[in-house]
Structures are given as structure tokens and as C-alpha cells.
């Protein structure tokens, strides 16, 4: 079981940049890829950023080069760091942990941060 509670997010200018943190309660985080994912009014949620165990990362096309996700599986946190934010950035973001044993995956999800750009 894993919780997930994400911080630091907030109303930034177009340009601006925010960190997002996720910190994480429970056992085994190290062995979970951790994700963001955000959803916007009316849209579906999508996928963000990932970084998995061994610390590979992968980034929506939207978001490469603009945005950094990180993790500190000592501190059981994960961040996401973005720069050069733009208005269509507007989403409530969520943190994600995910891992799959055999043929159980387990997945948690926080409870999201508004960010919110402004042109």
C-alpha cells in the first residue's frame, strides 16, 4: 500500500515555473514507477512524465524539454520541475505509483495539485 500526497502547486505566469513533490507513505517505494499525470477542464487525464526504479525517464511530447521529473527514493518523494510554463499547462496534476507482481498491478494515485498559467 502506498499514499500519495502532492504539494506545490499554485497560479504562475506564462514563462514562470513551478516544482511539484510528491511524497510517498507506505512500503517498497523504491521498487514503483513513479508518474505524473494531469487533467485539464474537460479533458482526459493524461499521461506526463514517468521515472522507474532504475531512474529512466520518458516525457509526453508536450512537455519535453520544458518539464524534469526526479525521484529521492530516500525521502520517498518524486518532483516534478517545470519551466517555461505555458496557459495550455492548466491541469490538476497527480502523482501515480504503479508496479506489476506476477499478474496483480498495483496502482495509487494522489489526490492532485491545481496549477493554474496565466497568459
Known amino acids: 500500500q502506498v499514499q500519495l500526497v502532492e504539494s506545490g502547486g499554485g497560479l504562475v505566469q506564462a514563462g514562470g515555473s513551478l516544482r511539484l513533490s510528491c511524497a510517498a507513505s507506505?512500503?517498497?517505494?523504491?521498487?514503483?514507477?513513479m508518474a505524473w499525470y494531469r487533467q485539464a477542464p474537460g479533458k482526459q487525464r493524461e499521461l506526463v512524465a514517468t521515472v522507474t526504479r532504475d531512474g529512466s525517464t520518458n516525457y509526453a511530447d508536450s512537455v519535453k524539454g520544458r518539464f524534469t521529473i526526479s525521484r529521492d527514493n530516500a525521502k520517498k518523494m518524486v518532483y516534478l520541475q517545470m519551466n517555461s510554463l505555458n496557459p495550455e499547462d492548466t491541469a490538476v496534476y497527480y502523482c501515480n505509483a504503479n508496479r506489476v507482481a506476477g499478474f496483480t498491478r498495483y496502482l495509487y494515485w494522489g489526490q492532485g495539485t491545481q496549477v493554474t498559467v496565466s497568459s
Open positions: 507506505g512500503s517498497s517505494f523504491s521498487i514503483y514507477t
